[in-house]
């Protein structure tokens, strides 16, 4: 199985500032034959399902602020919110879809500073 | 509008079998490449692909878990089931169905979730 790794485990950062979120793979995601990374990140506020806000690893979904933005290939990845509001606060999870059994990662908590 | 919907017994007992439904509305589960699969979240915990049923019938399980799933459609309800056996503890955990994207249907990539259920395993 593929082992996604996030760092850090929670992160608080002030309003209106940058936050930052890596994931590791313990293997390549990127499909060469199309050069296509297979890694998404998601948001989980509490009492709620995941939320799908990137995947391809930089695309993000439809009806997701700009303010997110996802880089990275092969087998590190990084999730970017510009300006943080408060709205924001959760857990942030990444997924590889490249091989079942498909994987997370054991999620990021984002408070506010 | 898409929505999926899970249900099934809050408690169970160590070594029983939990059966759980995902109703789906907004999308039929007959449409080609459209699957649903189930995930679960140990309270506090990440989250755990388990399951996966494809339009054309086609399941796929965790390996670690595969003795123990069954996962299965009826198509003219709207449901997809899911069933586990001999719980334990451990299994202690809401369980979600979702969607797979309607535009990355090859792969397990998921754009719509449940509310999800919790299921507590205790005698």
């Known amino acids: 199985d593929i082992v996604m790794t996030q760092s850090p485990d929670s992160l608080a950062v002030s309003l209106g500032e940058r936050a930052t979120i890596n994931c590791k793979s313990s293997?390549?995601?990127?499909?060469?034959?199309?050069?296509?990374?297979?890694l998404a990140w998601y948001q989980q506020k509490p009492g709620q399902p995941p939320k799908l806000l990137i995947y391809?690893?930089?695309t993000r979904e439809s009806g997701v602020p700009d303010r997110f933005s996802g880089s990275g290939s092969g087998t590190d990845f990084t999730l970017t919110i510009s300006s943080l509001q408060a709205e924001d606060v959760a857990v942030y999870y990444c997924?590889?879809?490249?091989?079942?059994?498909?994987?997370f990662g054991q999620g990021t908590r984002l408070e506010i500073k | 509008q898409v929505t999926l919907k899970e249900s099934g017994p809050v408690l169970v007992k160590p070594t029983e079998t939990l059966t759980l439904t995902c109703t789906v509305s907004?999308?039929?589960?007959?449409?080609?490449?459209?699957?649903v699969s189930w995930i679960r979240q140990p309270p506090g915990k990440a989250l755990e692909w388990l399951a996966h049923?494809?339009?054309?019938?086609?399941?796929s399980y965790n390996t670690s878990l595969k003795s123990r799933l069954t996962i299965s459609k009826d198509t003219s309800k709207s449901q997809v089931v899911l069933s586990m056996t001999n719980m334990d503890p451990v299994d202690t955990a809401t369980y979600y169905c979702?969607?797979?994207?309607?535009?990355?249907?090859?792969?397990?990539?998921?754009?719509?979730w449940g509310q999800g259920t919790l299921v507590t395993v205790s005698s």
């Open positions: 979702a969607r797979i994207h309607s535009t990355v249907t090859t792969h397990l990539l998921f754009d719509y």
């Open positions: 907004g999308f039929s589960l007959s449409n080609a490449r459209m699957g």
């Open positions: 391809w690893a930089s």
């Open positions: 293997q390549s995601v990127l499909y060469s034959s199309n050069n296509k990374n297979y």
């Open positions: 997924q590889q879809y490249y091989t079942t059994p498909v994987t």
């Open positions: 049923i494809s339009s054309n019938d086609e399941k």
